[in-house]
């Protein structure tokens, strides 16, 4: 009987030993660990903070050239289709882009007027294209506010920005229009004309 008795106790603290365990193993899985509580919010929150896409102003949308440089002002122009096929074309696309220098930007209305421009596209004519937009493009140009002066262009040659009798400013054979824009990487002034006719040779 002695011996009995610690025998069915046996049985007994095993089946309490594993209702503890079994008590911990559940306490385990169903209460997350702190560092878990406090993960679970921040990724909802992570979630929501996603960064959103620029609200523009109806202005920004609407504007038709860029001010970013001179060349991306004619990118965008929605009247220098005709002056960004040229510059394209030539070797001078990176000087108008970021050079820093004045730019004359003609109308395509110019060209409309002037078709002799298609044979710039011509392989054979590369040089008078490259001359042809090199004079468009002046040096020393300080300010829209005063364009008045004696410049250089890219060929090398004086360029004079002069005003006439009525006070409209011209240069070579262009008509400055009044809407001079600075861009980050230079000045644009868009014109009437051109600087300087096409010379083939």
Not at 64 to 92: C, D, H, N
Not at 136 to 147: C, D, F, Q, R, T
Request: aromatic residues 6%.
């Amino acid at each position: 009987m002695r011996i009995a008795l610690p025998l069915l106790f046996l049985p007994l603290l095993v089946l309490m030993a594993n209702g503890c365990a079994d008590d911990r193993a559940s306490q385990d899985t169903s209460a997350p660990a702190p560092e878990a509580v406090k993960k679970a919010p921040h990724r909802d929150v992570e979630v929501k903070e996603k960064p959103s896409r620029k609200a523009y102003t109806a202005e920004e949308l609407n504007q038709p050239y860029s001010t970013v440089s001179p060349w991306r002002y004619i990118v965008t122009g929605p009247e220098t289709q005709y002056f960004e096929r040229l510059v394209g074309t030539s070797k001078l696309a990176r000087t108008v882009h970021g050079s820093g220098h004045a730019v004359l930007v003609p109308r395509d209305i110019t060209f409309k007027e002037n078709r002799d421009w298609k044979n710039l596209m011509e392989e054979e004519n590369a040089e008078a294209l490259n001359r042809f937009v090199r004079a468009h493009i002046l040096v020393g140009v300080k300010s829209k506010k005063s364009l008045e002066g004696t410049y250089e262009d890219l060929n090398g040659n004086t360029v004079a920005i002069t005003s006439d009798d009525m006070g409209q400013l011209t240069c070579g054979g262009a008509r400055i229009l009044g809407q001079e824009m600075e861009t980050d990487k230079g000045l644009v002034i868009p014109v009437v004309g051109m600087v300087e006719s096409i010379r083939w040779n």
